[in-house]
């Protein structure tokens, strides 16, 4: 999997260029977002980089939020967490996959890491990191795959009292996630 694509951000004003590329024994993520939160002196830009073992599974994550706040965490793929310096996050045990708040490349973390059959449902916790704030918290999610028509297949995601439906490619990268992001054809 070798993939160039742009999605628009369509609460506000901005869109994000993204790659993912596998190499021999992992996945490279990488994501430039650029956005305005409110108005327009409020525009932020945000680098990220996830390394993915061939299962999905969060290794390392590197975010830059406007080229100076920094996060970087690693993880063992059964819910350890760890600071850069190696020091344990016990608030996010047990947590397997990331959602950064300002891209829908996180939704196909657990998409691609399952094999999924029409109205299974899982459930998942997440680690949260809220951009542009870097603030990271433990979150229930879930999604249940609902429908495919071609390429394309339905997933009712929900976390809290949030719900909606997503769509996804053959690859598991998101199309449409209504009134939030949508790909650029």
């Known amino acids: 999997m070798n993939q160039k694509l742009v999605w628009k951000n369509e609460e506000q004003f901005g869109c994000e260029y993204f ?3 596998k ?3 992992n996945f ?7 956005y305005v939160e ?9 680098e990220y980089k996830v390394d993915l073992d061939t299962n999905w599974f969060t290794k390392k994550l590197s975010i830059i939020v406007d080229e100076h706040i ?11 967490w760890y600071e850069n310096d190696g020091q344990v996050i016990d608030k996010l045990k047990g947590a397997i996959d990331i959602d950064i708040s300002a891209t829908p490349f ?3 973390l657990p998409i691609n890491r399952m094999d999924w059959v029409l109205n299974q449902e899982e459930h998942f916790e997440m680690v949260y990191i809220s951009i542009p704030s870097l603030e990271v918290k433990k979150v229930p999610q879930s999604y249940k795959y609902i429908n495919n028509k071609g390429h394309m297949r339905y997933f009712k995601y929900r976390c809290y009292d949030y719900e909606t ?3 996804v490619d053959e690859q598991g990268l998101i199309l449409d996630y209504p009134n939030v992001f949508r790909r650029v054809k």
Do not use: M, P, R
């Open 19 to 21: 790659n993912i590329t």
């Open 23 to 25: 190499e021999e024994k």
């Open 28 to 34: 490279s993520a990488k994501g430039t977002i650029i």
């Open 38 to 46: 409110g108005d327009e002196s409020n525009a932020h830009i945000v």
């Open 70 to 80: 920094s996060l970087n965490l690693s993880s063992d793929g059964k819910g350890n």
């Open 106 to 108: 996180s939704n196909s």
């Open 165 to 167: 439906t997503i769509c």
